[in-house]
């Protein structure tokens, strides 16, 4: 079970079920060929998706097409069913920063005849996240930005002003289905300019100025 750790205090949360959004930025729906959502697009992951990021990305031998995909994500505590988005937010314990890992070449043949993403998305080590940081007023705010670098390049970059759906909007959708638990994660969807993963390559992650981790991937 990956622990996540909660700076300052580094306190130690254990990571739950992971409530993942897709297409949740416009311009990554439309690289996608998608349609922009009139509501949250959701996925899971489960627990064992989760690694600390900066242990090395192992490239799956059942895939010859691993993508990366750099999100905000929160770690939010045990949230009241229904709750409303102005609600929400308070039950945001803390913000970092992961890869949504994706087969995309399951993916891809999965959304063609309509079948489940489970094994495109949710298998080990599916979810690298970076330590994260206690929530603040004033910590994020629309002009907050992602950034995934590999090998010295910036591949995807976007403010997180251009969500779709804010954070307390999704946790608010989720709590119509779910019962949010303390150590949940939230994966919050990617900017454009998702991508193939290589063996050497050196990745970082980062919500610029807040949290970041490196990482590089290997052939198993
Ligand atoms: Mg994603």
Redesign the pocket.
């Known amino acids: 079970m990956a622990v996540i750790t909660v700076e300052p205090e580094n306190e130690h949360i254990t990571a739950r079920t992971v409530y993942?959004v897709?297409r949740n930025y416009a311009d990554h729906a439309r690289e996608m060929g998608a349609e922009v959502p009139s509501e949250p697009v959701v996925f899971i992951k489960p627990a064992t998706a989760v690694i600390n990021g900066e242990a090395p990305i192992v490239l799956p031998t059942f895939s010859n097409d691993i993508h990366y995909?750099i999100?905000l994500v929160a770690l939010v505590d045990e949230v009241p069913k229904n709750i409303s988005i102005e609600a929400a937010d308070r039950y945001i314990i803390a913000y970092g920063v992961g890869l949504?890992l994706t087969a995309r070449d399951i993916h891809s043949v999965a959304k063609k005849k309509g079948l489940p993403w489970a094994t495109a998305k949710g298998f080990d080590g599916a979810a690298p996240v970076s330590r994260f940081k206690k929530k603040e007023s004033g910590l994020i705010n629309t002009t907050t930005t992602l950034r995934l670098t590999i090998n010295n390049q910036v591949r995807q970059q976007d403010c997180i002003g251009n969500m779709i759906f804010s954070i307390p909007a999704i946790i608010a959708h989720l709590t119509k289905y779910f019962s949010l638990r303390r150590g949940d994660l939230i994966?919050t969807?990617?900017p454009e300019g998702v991508g193939q993963l290589q063996p050497g390559d050196s990745v970082k992650a980062e919500i610029v100025n807040i949290v970041s981790f490196s990482t590089r991937v290997q052939k198993l």
């Open positions: 993942c897709g995909e999100e949504d994966f969807g990617t």
